[in-house]
Protein backbone atom coordinates (compact mmCIF):
# COMPACT_ATOMS: atom_id res chain seq x y z
CA UNK A 1 0.00 0.00 0.00
CA UNK A 2 1.46 3.59 -0.75
CA UNK A 3 -0.16 6.39 1.35
CA UNK A 4 1.10 9.98 0.18
CA UNK A 5 0.72 12.82 2.41
CA UNK A 6 0.28 16.47 0.69
CA UNK A 7 0.73 19.73 2.40
CA UNK A 8 1.26 23.45 1.50
CA UNK A 9 -2.05 24.85 0.13
CA UNK A 10 -3.45 27.97 1.47
CA UNK A 11 -4.69 31.54 0.46
CA UNK A 12 -2.81 33.80 -0.81
CA UNK A 13 -2.54 36.95 -2.75
CA UNK A 14 -2.89 37.47 -6.57
CA UNK A 15 1.18 37.50 -7.40
CA UNK A 16 1.74 35.72 -4.64
CA UNK A 17 3.60 32.08 -4.01
CA UNK A 18 3.10 29.01 -2.91
CA UNK A 19 5.06 25.80 -2.57
CA UNK A 20 3.36 22.24 -2.81
CA UNK A 21 4.51 19.21 -1.09
CA UNK A 22 3.89 15.24 -1.66
CA UNK A 23 5.60 12.54 0.34
CA UNK A 24 5.04 8.94 -0.98
CA UNK A 25 5.52 6.41 1.42
CA UNK A 26 5.07 2.76 1.36
CA UNK A 27 7.01 -0.35 0.88
CA UNK A 28 9.08 -1.36 -1.99
CA UNK A 29 8.27 2.00 -4.00
CA UNK A 30 8.98 1.91 -7.73
CA UNK A 31 7.81 5.43 -8.51
CA UNK A 32 7.43 6.26 -12.19
CA UNK A 33 6.16 9.53 -13.15
CA UNK A 34 4.90 12.36 -9.95
CA UNK A 35 2.64 15.05 -10.83
CA UNK A 36 0.22 17.38 -9.56
CA UNK A 37 -3.54 17.96 -11.12
CA UNK A 38 -6.45 20.22 -9.69
CA UNK A 39 -10.09 20.49 -9.62
CA UNK A 40 -11.83 23.91 -9.53
CA UNK A 41 -15.21 23.79 -8.81
CA UNK A 42 -17.49 22.48 -11.43
CA UNK A 43 -14.46 21.86 -13.50
CA UNK A 44 -13.03 18.59 -13.79
CA UNK A 45 -9.67 17.21 -12.42
CA UNK A 46 -6.82 18.40 -14.56
CA UNK A 47 -3.24 18.12 -14.97
CA UNK A 48 -0.63 20.85 -13.91
CA UNK A 49 2.46 19.07 -14.49
CA UNK A 50 4.26 16.34 -14.10
CA UNK A 51 7.29 14.71 -13.74
CA UNK A 52 9.10 11.56 -14.85
CA UNK A 53 11.45 8.98 -13.34
CA UNK A 54 14.31 10.76 -15.30
CA UNK A 55 13.35 14.00 -14.46
CA UNK A 56 11.45 15.44 -17.70
CA UNK A 57 8.97 17.81 -17.03
CA UNK A 58 5.14 18.58 -18.89
CA UNK A 59 3.25 21.50 -18.14
CA UNK A 60 -0.37 22.89 -18.92
CA UNK A 61 -0.16 25.73 -21.00
CA UNK A 62 -1.89 27.69 -18.16
CA UNK A 63 1.00 27.24 -15.62
CA UNK A 64 4.20 27.59 -18.37
CA UNK A 65 6.16 29.84 -16.74
CA UNK A 66 5.07 30.48 -13.65
CA UNK A 67 5.55 26.78 -11.77
CA UNK A 68 8.13 24.35 -11.58
CA UNK A 69 7.92 20.86 -10.58
CA UNK A 70 10.75 18.84 -8.65
CA UNK A 71 11.26 15.41 -6.67
CA UNK A 72 13.81 14.17 -4.47
CA UNK A 73 14.39 10.57 -5.39
CA UNK A 74 15.81 9.32 -2.62
CA UNK A 75 12.88 11.19 -0.17
CA UNK A 76 9.98 10.00 -3.01
CA UNK A 77 9.02 13.52 -2.39
CA UNK A 78 7.48 15.73 -5.68
CA UNK A 79 7.31 19.28 -4.80
CA UNK A 80 5.59 22.07 -6.81
CA UNK A 81 6.22 25.92 -6.64
CA UNK A 82 3.81 28.16 -7.94
CA UNK A 83 4.90 32.00 -8.38
CA UNK A 84 2.67 34.92 -9.76
CA UNK A 85 -0.50 32.72 -8.67
CA UNK A 86 -3.57 34.29 -10.55
CA UNK A 87 -7.33 33.67 -9.27
CA UNK A 88 -7.88 31.25 -11.50
CA UNK A 89 -5.61 28.58 -10.22
CA UNK A 90 -8.25 28.27 -7.33
CA UNK A 91 -8.85 24.76 -6.79
CA UNK A 92 -8.13 22.23 -5.02
CA UNK A 93 -4.69 20.40 -5.79
CA UNK A 94 -4.10 16.39 -5.69
CA UNK A 95 -0.83 14.50 -5.88
CA UNK A 96 -0.02 11.69 -8.51
CA UNK A 97 2.27 8.94 -8.44
CA UNK A 98 2.59 6.36 -10.94
CA UNK A 99 4.51 3.06 -9.23
CA UNK A 100 4.94 0.45 -11.48
CA UNK A 101 5.36 -3.29 -10.39
CA UNK A 102 8.01 -5.64 -11.53
CA UNK A 103 5.72 -7.03 -14.37
CA UNK A 104 5.41 -3.57 -15.67
CA UNK A 105 1.62 -2.91 -14.50
CA UNK A 106 1.25 0.69 -13.72
CA UNK A 107 -0.54 1.96 -10.61
CA UNK A 108 -1.88 5.42 -9.73
CA UNK A 109 -2.24 6.30 -6.61
CA UNK A 110 -3.44 10.22 -5.28
CA UNK A 111 -3.29 12.41 -1.94
CA UNK A 112 -5.95 13.48 -0.33
CA UNK A 113 -5.83 16.87 -2.00
CA UNK A 114 -4.85 20.68 -0.73
CA UNK A 115 -6.98 23.66 -1.17
CA UNK A 116 -5.16 26.54 -2.98
CA UNK A 117 -7.34 30.12 -3.08
CA UNK A 118 -6.05 32.96 -4.50
CA UNK A 119 -7.47 35.82 -3.87
CA UNK A 120 -7.74 38.85 -6.05
Known amino acids: QVQLVESGGGLVQAGGSLTLSCAAS????????MGWYRQAPGKQRELVAV???????NFTDAVKGRFTISRDNAKNTVALQMNSLKPEDTAIYYC??????????????WGQGTQVTVSS
Open 96 to 109: KVVIRNSYGTAFNF
Open 26 to 33: GSRLSINS
Open 51 to 57: ISSDSNT
